[in-house]
């Protein structure tokens, strides 16, 4: 039963995964063993999108059936779920750039791997990201960016990162657009991600459990 | 001679053009030459260098983007400077940076621009949006006038937001008054102020035309051609860039595949009119066509080749059909589908390349189409004349070889390129470029 929710929602089976759902709920199945497969079946998405056998359209669709599933079942929780996060990763699209796409599906990944995120949307000016590394202690930065202004951008929210004394406790990644291992360098940021599982590698070895 | 060979020749005629003087006659010939061999697969006398400009142009003199997009007259000087300076193959004009007064106009919601919405300093973003919604394939398809005049438009403009409340467009035929009906109801609805709108960016279009036609023909008169003619897009983007979203056509890849084909095919005749309307007014026979949602990650190969790629080649072959060059700008990764794409004409179409592994493109479609790029941002934003020359060389020896070549930027010449960089790059085409 537990299986078939995992295969079916990794396969990306709309109906029948709702089906399943509803009938488990029905059937006075534990909410949270709900969720977890789930998430199990998110881990198996994020794997085949990392062997490209998935590619973004799958992981938004993905997305989509998660948060019907999430929906169904919210109702039925008595208590909070409980989610062993792995550890905290800021995110945002640089100052003057207000593009989305790319850091909501980093967002996502990041999210579905068992990161707490803090994602600061776009337009994110260098001070924001210093506030909310030192709110939340967060260990990784992600910066986005798809506009080529958003290479001195970067290069500012660093400087900012940096400025505040806070350069050692944080590990800064850059993705999207126009960015390449010269912007990484340019920006002085520790890494560059091509993609979105790029991305959750990074995290994994700064943060640990990957 | 076929019809694409007699399009380019009567471009390289240069007739109607009213030259400065024989030399800028002489110059426009060779250039136009030049890009006509290449686009055909013939070697040119040398590597044609025809960048796209974006706002660099306003950078490079000093002008805010604020500035570009409400004076014309400055734009105009501001793009017409660059391109004397730069001496490239082709001049390109201050189209770029649109008429923020008609954006103003409209109230216009998928960009936004400086003072509205970005920094005076910042340059215009496309802001994406549900504009036609997952349940609404069906009245888009049933009559897409309709529901582009009393849905889309109202949702993409503020001052149009009164058109949503007119009766349906054909409601002006089942009676014998129905005109007066139609209007007479639009009146009240308050729709007059809709057309007022219409009006107002109706005037501020017309200056902004004015301005770039007199460009166009100012720049042909020092012997700078244009490599942009028409314009057109992907039935695929329209639909995701202007209707559904990313996110949103997405999704109906897997929940109602049928009803996006049927969308797909709608709209491609529509692109194949823009493409064609376009072009008709340009002296350049080659069509730009700007590919956002098709690219590696953003599809698999079996999406692309049922989704993507079938409209496209579709617009693509009716356009040279007519004579016409596509001009696909290519972006991002294009790696694992050149084979696809390669199903097109000899010599009748350029592919600009981005991030694509543009050595490779030259080994699977080099005897295929004229390639364009891609010199990275990364580097004329960063790098130094020396990493921009090697990149350069590179590029000539291998996709530069028995022609078929034109250098740009990977987007053009990026906004924030550093002079110096694209001064080296212009200059070491020019002389390394040359074949012998």
């Known amino acids: 039963m537990a299986d078939d929710l995992v295969t079916i929602l990794a396969d990306l089976k709309e109906k029948e995964a709702l089906e399943i759902v509803q009938n488990r709920l029905a059937a006075g199945d534990d909410p949270l063993g709900i969720l977890d497969d789930a998430r199990r079946a998110m881990e198996t998405v994020g794997k085949r999108f990392e062997n490209s056998e998935y590619f973004i359209p799958d992981l938004v669709y993905s997305g989509e059936i998660l948060k019907e599933i999430t929906d169904l079942v919210k109702p039925k929780l008595t208590k909070a779920a409980e989610v062993k996060r792995l550890g905290k990763v800021i995110i945002g699209t640089v100052s003057g750039d207000i593009h989305d796409i790319g850091k909501n599906i980093v967002t996502f990944m990041l999210d579905v791997n068992g990161f707490e995120v803090y994602d600061l949307g776009v337009d994110v000016p260098p001070q924001q990201f210093v506030d909310k590394i030192r709110e939340t202690d967060s260990n990784v930065v992600g910066l986005s960016g798809f506009l080529t202004l958003a290479f001195d951008s970067m290069k500012e929210t660093i400087e900012a990162i940096k400025a505040a004394g806070l350069r050692d406790e944080v590990k800064v990644m850059i993705g999207g657009g126009q960015m390449n291992e010269d912007i990484k360098k340019y920006t002085g940021a520790d890494a560059y991600g091509a993609n979105a599982m790029a991305g959750v590698s990074l995290a994994k070895q700064w943060i640990g459990g990957g | 001679m076929d019809k694409t060979e007699e399009k380019l020749e009567e471009w390289c005629s240069a007739q109607g053009i009213q030259f400065k003087d024989d030399e800028a006659e002489d110059a426009y010939r060779k250039r136009t030459r030049r890009l006509a061999d290449a686009i055909q697969l013939k070697v040119p006398d040398r590597v044609p260098i025809a960048p796209l400009v974006t706002f660099f142009a306003a950078n490079y003199v000093g002008l805010s983007p604020e500035e570009a997009m409400y004076d014309h007259d400055k734009a105009y000087a501001a793009y017409k400077q660059t391109a004397l300076d730069f001496q490239w193959d082709t001049a390109f004009s201050h189209m770029i940076a649109f008429s923020a007064r008609w954006l103003e106009a409209f109230d216009y919601k998928q960009l936004k621009w400086p003072g509205h919405g970005v920094p005076s300093n910042r340059t215009y973003q496309f802001v994406e949006g549900e504009y036609m919604k997952a349940d609404e394939y069906d009245a888009f398809l049933e009559d897409p006038s309709d529901f582009l005049i009393r849905t889309y438009l109202p949702r993409i403009s503020g001052t149009l937001a009164p058109l949503q409340m007119l009766p349906p467009i054909r409601m002006v035929l089942p009676y014998y008054l129905g005109l007066m009906f139609m209007f007479g109801v639009a009146g009240a609805m308050g729709t007059a102020s809709a057309l007022e709108s219409l009006v107002k960016a109706i005037a501020e279009f017309a200056k902004f035309s004015a301005s770039t036609a007199a460009f166009g023909q100012e720049m042909a008169g020092l012997g700078f051609p244009s490599i942009f003619g028409g314009m057109t897009q992907a039935p695929f983007d329209t639909i995701g860039d202007s209707l559904r979203g990313t996110q949103g056509i997405m999704l109906d890849m897997y929940r109602q595949p049928d009803k996006l084909q049927q969308a797909l095919d709608l709209i491609l005749r529509d692109a194949i009119q823009m493409g064609v309307i376009s072009a008709s007014i340009s002296p350049s026979p080659t069509v730009f ?95 130094s004349p020396e990493e921009v020359k090697a990149y350069c060389k590179k590029l000539i020896d291998v996709v530069g070889k028995g022609g078929g070549l034109i250098v740009d930027g990977d987007i053009g010449i990026a906004d924030e390129a550093k002079p110096e960089n694209v001064r080296a790059m212009t200059d070491f085409v020019k002389e390394y470029g040359v074949y012998r």
């Not at chain 2, 999406?303 to 009716?318: D, E, G, I, R, S």
């Open chain 2, 289 to 383: 066509i700007p590919l956002h949602k098709g690219p590696m990650g953003f599809m698999s190969i079996e999406q692309f080749k049922t989704f993507y790629w079938p409209t496209l080649h579709k617009l693509m072959l009716a356009l040279i059909d007519e004579g016409l060059v596509p001009m696909p700008f290519i972006e991002a990764d294009y790696t694992d589908r050149l084979e696809i794409i390669s199903d097109i004409p000899r010599g009748k179409a350029i592919y600009w390349f981005e991030r694509s592994d543009i050595f490779k493109a030259k080994e699977v479609l080099g005897d295929r189409v004229c390639i364009k790029g891609n010199v990275p941002s990364a580097l004329l934003c960063t790098g």
